[in-house]
């Protein structure tokens, strides 16, 4: 099992562009978060899904979107990218609510923003 | 609504030597407990975990856990350091029926030769 995967591993934009980071999880975990972690601040959640079709926000939502359209497949979009998403992107996977909220993570993507 | 303060933002210690890493959480129901370990430049991995019984937690690498309800915290601990050991440790939380784990900030244990 690959456990959690994320694409891509790094990248730079310019201001105003857009992207999309795919995250894929092969152990049909029901629940699937994207957070942000920046220095001194750990981890913050922006977004989550707690089934396929569905969508939640999180602690810092602004900026982003998201959509899980399958099952293993959960993905961050950033619409018009601003210096001040520059950051380590981790996404997680886990049964939620029937199995403690245990989550296992991504190796992350790091995105620069200039 | 659960909160997680892990007091300490970086901790130097020298190999060989015992740690203490201390979380505080705050809760008004009964809470699972986490710790995970971020090594440099990548992902955060399970170390242990607590959600009933023995107060005294168990985890991979050496590591353990208390669970003290009274006071509130989780402190993780090792007897013995090693430089393999350098790492960001992470505190969360959770409560039965929330659906999201709270992380604190972390705190970088830094092993020294």
């Known amino acids: 099992n690959a456990g959690v995967t994320q694409t891509p591993k790094f990248r730079v934009l310019k201001t105003g562009q857009s992207m999309t980071l795919l995250c894929a999880q092969d152990m049909n975990h029901e629940y699937m978060y994207w957070y942000r972690q920046d220095p001194g601040m750990g981890l913050r959640l922006i977004h989550y899904s707690v089934g396929e079709g569905t969508t939640a926000k999180g602690e810092v939502p602004d900026g982003y979107n998201v959509s899980r359209l399958k099952k293993q497949n959960f993905l961050l979009g950033l619409e018009s990218a601003a210096p001040s998403q520059t950051s380590v992107y981790f996404c997680?996977?886990?049964?939620?609510?029937?199995?403690?909220?245990?989550?296992?993570f991504g190796p992350g993507t790091r995105l620069t923003v200039t | 609504a659960q909160s997680v303060t892990q007091l300490d933002s970086q901790v130097p210690v020298f190999e060989e030597a015992p740690v203490e890493l201390r979380c505080n959480y705050s809760s008004s129901v009964s809470v699972y407990l986490f710790w995970y370990v971020q090594y440099p430049n990548q992902g955060l991995q399970l170390l242990l975990k607590y959600l009933s019984g023995s107060t005294l937690v168990k985890g991979i690498n050496g590591f353990e856990a208390e669970f003290n309800k009274s006071q509130t915290s989780f402190h993780l601990r090792k007897p013995s350091v090693h430089i393999s050991d350098t790492a960001e440790y992470f505190c969360?939380?959770?409560?039965?029926?929330?659906?999201?784990?709270?992380f604190g900030t972390g705190t970088r244990l830094q092993v020294f030769p």
């Open positions: 997680a996977s886990g049964q939620g609510v029937f199995h403690w909220n245990e989550q296992y």
């Open positions: 969360a939380v959770s409560a039965p029926g929330t659906d999201k784990l709270i």
